[in-house]
């Protein structure tokens, strides 16, 4: 299984990028990467995906070095409503569910 | 729309009882789990279910019980064995086993509370 490890909390301000940087050091040949936010109170979202190399879509950007031992998702100009958990996972292999860390805690100031 | 509908959205248990949480969806997917959520806390996994009439204990599945008798449905028991049972319990499915490759929807949670 691959551990994860990612930092407990981060700070930014309104109109920031903000990097979370996620390591995941014996991730397996056929994971993918995946990061979700959460809001206090409901569950978690679905942000983006990727295998290798760069992802981008509407919200994020996920970018995958070549040893895929690491991922660290951006976001763009990040607004109050930015503030929530951010989760990075890693697929297993076989069959079994995914497990969750506790996440990255990301708060937006003004 | 498709989604997943947890219900109720809070609920209080007396010491002793049983309690069921309600989970369904729409979305035509095979697998479901139940994670319970702590304060502060990430998501750990109680039980998950890749097809109907099967289900896995998962990393703290003590205490609670499951069924799978129909693919939309997969509720959690939490019974009077689960000694610490006040917590956030979320419950999400996806289109197989593989849910990196698809990625999970959750419901909007059930708040247990032991009174």
């Known amino acids: 299984l691959a551990k994860i490890t990612q930092p407990i909390s981060m700070d930014s301000y309104e109109g920031q990028e903000v990097n979370i940087t996620c390591s995941h050091n014996?991730?397996?040949?056929?994971?993918?990467i995946t990061w979700y936010q959460q809001f206090p109170s409901q569950g978690p979202r679905f942000i983006i995906q990727g295998y290798k190399t760069k992802v981008t879509n509407e919200v994020a950007s996920l970018f995958i070095p070549a040893d895929r031992k690491s991922s660290t998702l951006s976001l763009p100009r990040v607004s109050l409503s930015d503030t929530a958990v951010y989760y990075c996972?890693?697929?297993?292999?076989?069959?079994?569910?995914?497990?969750f860390g506790s996440g990255t805690r990301l708060q937006v100031q003004p | 729309d498709g989604g997943i509908t947890q219900s109720p959205k809070y609920l209080f248990r007396k010491e002793g009882q049983n309690v069921t949480l309600s989970c369904e969806q729409n979305?035509?997917?095979?697998?479901m789990y139940w994670y319970r959520q702590d304060p502060g806390q990430g998501l750990r996994l109680i039980y998950y279910?890749?097809?109907?009439?099967?289900?896995q204990k998962g990393d703290i599945a003590e205490g609670y019980s499951v069924s799978r008798e129909k693919k939309e449905s997969f509720p959690l028991t939490v019974t009077s064995a689960q000694k610490n049972p006040t917590a956030f319990y979320l419950c999400?499915?996806?289109?197989?086993?593989?849910?990196?490759?698809?990625?999970?929807?959750f419901g909007s949670g059930t708040r247990l509370t032991v009174v």
């Open positions: 014996n991730i397996a040949t056929n994971d993918y």
């Open positions: 279910s890749q097809i109907v009439n099967d289900f």
């Open positions: 979305l035509n997917h095979d697998a």
């Open positions: 999400a499915s996806s289109k197989d086993l593989e849910g990196a490759a698809y990625g999970y929807t």
């Open positions: 996972l890693v697929g297993h292999t076989g069959r079994r569910a995914l497990t």
